[in-house]
Nanobody, 111 residues
Framework: QVQLVESGGGLVQPGGSLRLSCAAS????????MGWYRQAPGKGREFVAI???????LYSDSAKGRFTISRDNATNTLYLQMNSLKPEDTAIYYC?????WGQGTQVTVSS
C-alpha cells in the first residue's frame, strides 16, 4: 500500500520561507518521478514542480527561481524548499508519485 504523507506547511509572512516534506512508503521510489502540486481556494489543482529519478527538475513559471525541489532516495522523501513566499502561494500543497496523492499540507502566506 503506497502512502504519501506531507508535512511542513504553516503560516508564514510574505517574503518568508518554508520547507515541505513528503514521506513516501509502500514501494521503491528511486526509479520514478516525484512532484508537487497545489490547490488554492476556489481554484483547480496546479503543477508546481517535478523531479525525475535521475534528478532532472522542472518548475512552473510561478515557482521558478523561488522554489527548489529535491529528493532523498535513501529515505524515500521528497522536499520542496519555498523562498520569497507571496500571498498568492497560499494553497494546499500535495505530493504526487505515479497516480498516488498525499493528503496535502496547508501553506498560508499572510501578514
Amino acid at each position: 500500500q503506497v502512502q504519501l504523507v506531507e508535512s511542513g506547511g504553516g503560516l508564514v509572512q510574505p517574503g518568508g520561507s518554508l520547507r515541505l516534506s513528503c514521506a513516501a512508503s509502500g514501494r521503491t521510489f528511486s526509479d520514478v518521478n516525484m512532484g508537487w502540486y497545489r490547490q488554492a481556494p476556489g481554484k483547480g489543482r496546479e503543477f508546481v514542480a517535478i523531479i525525475g529519478y535521475l534528478g532532472t527538475t522542472l518548475y512552473s513559471d510561478s515557482a521558478k527561481g523561488r522554489f527548489t525541489i529535491s529528493r532523498d532516495n535513501a529515505t524515500n522523501t521528497l522536499y520542496l524548499q519555498m523562498n520569497s513566499l507571496k500571498p498568492e502561494d497560499t494553497a494546499i500543497y500535495y505530493c504526487k508519485v505515479l497516480h498516488y496523492w498525499g493528503q496535502g499540507t496547508q501553506v498560508t502566506v499572510s501578514s
